[in-house]
Antibody, heavy 123, light 111 residues
Framework: EVQLVESGGGLVQPGGSLRLSCAAS????????MAWVRQAPGKGLEWVAN????????NYLDSVKGRFTMSRDNAKNSLYLQMNGLRAEDTAVYYC????????????????WGKGTSVTVSS | QSVLTQPPSVSGAPGQRVTISCTGS?????????VHWYQQLPGTAPKLLIY???IRPSGVPDRFSGSKSGTSASLAITGLQAEDEADYYC???????????FGGGTKLTVL
């Protein structure tokens, strides 16, 4: 069964750091782009970052550039999101997502989602 | 303010047909980027419902269909069922933001 399981969420003070992890199973992680998508309480979905299969290319939402770093370890079937300089507006459920690439250019869709891990930034 | 605009809510009686619109601009849907749709049942993670404008993943009932024209896209649900009550999101790519963008979501209520 194709599965993504996130962990590492919690309560952190403004300015603090947190590292989210995502364990992938049921498919060959090294063949796929992966992404993080977040959802603030009662709000809609927001793409945060994605990463190429070999880790050589990453893209970020403008508001997290310079603060968040997405990485992967294909040998461990794992994805990570290092979040530094956290702000109240980063409070959300963070979903690990398989970002399926199907055409030249920016043709991707999000075909597998984890259950999410909750991040709360508050003093 | 989302880059893609959806109605906040729609409703319909069981068995009826409803449509959810998704309006973008020349930097996303109008720039020929495909539109994808996701269903989020209460308290759960989103699930892919339609990809590349019109294609249903395996297991998605044919009651769900998608279309795209110009700078807009639509999701149609026929034969409404109580289990369809959920939030629905459209998604595309925006080349001026260089970001994958979502609509604000539409809450479907089955009366």
């Amino acid at each position: 069964e194709v599965q993504l399981v996130e962990s590492g969420g919690g309560l952190v003070q403004p300015g603090g750091s947190l590292r989210l992890s995502c364990a992938a199973s049921g498919f060959t992680l090294s063949n796929f782009w992966m992404a993080w998508v977040r959802q603030a309480p009662g709000k809609g979905l927001e793409w945060v970052a994605n990463i190429k299969p070999d880790g050589s290319e990453r893209n970020y939402l403008d508001s997290v550039k310079g603060r968040f770093t997405m990485s992967r370890d294909n040998a461990k079937n794992s994805l990570y999101l290092q979040m530094n300089g956290l702000r109240a507006e980063d409070t959300a459920v963070y979903y690990c997502v398989r970002h399926f690439y199907y055409g030249s250019g920016s043709y991707y869709y999000m075909d597998v989602w984890g259950k999410g891990t909750s991040v709360t930034v508050s003093s | 303010q989302s880059v893609l605009t959806q109605p906040p809510s729609v409703s319909g009686a069981p068995g009826q047909r409803v449509t959810i619109s998704c309006t973008g601009s020349s930097s996303n849907i109008g720039a020929t980027y495909d539109v994808h749709w996701y269903q989020q049942l209460p308290g759960t993670a989103p699930k892919l419902l339609i990809y590349a404008n019109t294609i249903r993943p395996s297991g998605v009932p044919d009651r769900f269909s998608g279309s795209k024209s110009g700078t807009s896209a639509s999701l149609a649900i026929t034969g409404l069922q109580a289990e369809d009550e959920a939030d629905y999101y459209c998604q595309s790519f925006d080349n001026s933001l260089t970001a994958w963008v979502f609509g604000g979501g539409t809450k479907l209520t089955v009366l």
